[in-house]
């Protein structure tokens, strides 16, 4: 028998109100089959999938079959973004490299574009994922009422809310602070790391670097030289004769 899935709240009732922002430089671009007007349009939402799920593809990594499928109509965007996170790639650098607790709450990030309300929404979703495997898990979210809602078919998600009008700085991007491997991983991969050189480098930009016929060019060389004193002998105190030299009155 399935476990239902638990009930769990918004963090806080702003989230159940419509947005209402003004656009600026840091508000996310929307990707959407609806007005695509050229094959360029397309590679451009293709490969924001790919910074949105994986936030970088490599040539090994792309779904060359999912691309095809998409570009010929095949296939809907979010069957697209079904596919990118059921993909070995996401498995294996979120699924295998995090527990479930942390997998959930990087896919709703990427999925459903904002953080896990709470520990009970971590919770509920890492129930089912314990009893219906990811793909049951992946299928809940996409087809949940607030994917649904927020994207639909046609349009791929993006970070919500992301520039906050009562804040001078927005959130920070998930990718940035939701790192792909989890502590304990890190530390197995035994990093980060503090490698310190043996001699300290410095950057000299390009105009400063002394040309030809500067005196800096031969700081070196005469720091280098050594020259012995002249006249200098050494006497030891035990052969001084201190009668002989103090004169006589």
Known sequence: MAIPLLNYAPASQNSRVAGFTVGSDNTPRIYTTANLLSGSDLDDLIEAAYRQIFFHAFAADREKTLESQLRSGNISVRQFVRGLVLSNTYRSSFYEKNSNYRFVEQTVQRVL????????????????????????????????????????????????????????????PF????????????????????????????????????????????????????PPSAGSVKVSAQNIDYERLVPRR
């Open 113 to 172: 574009g904002r953080d896990v309300y709470s520990e009970r929404e971590k919770i509920a979703w890492s129930i089912v994922v314990a009893t219906k495997g990811i793909e049951g898990f992946i299928d809940a979210l996409l087809n949940s009422d607030e994917y649904l809602e927020a994207f639909g078919d046609d349009t791929l998600p993006y970070q919500r809310r992301r520039v906050l009008p009562s804040q001078a700085i927005g959130e920070t």
């Open 175 to 226: 990718n940035l602070k939701s790192p792909r491997y989890d502590a304990y991983y890190r530390a197995q991969l035994g990093f980060p790391q503090l490698i310190w050189q043996n001699s300290v480098r410095s950057y000299v930009v390009t105009d400063r670097k002394p040309k030809a016929g500067d005196p800096a060019l031969f700081l070196n060389l005469a720091r280098s030289i050594n």
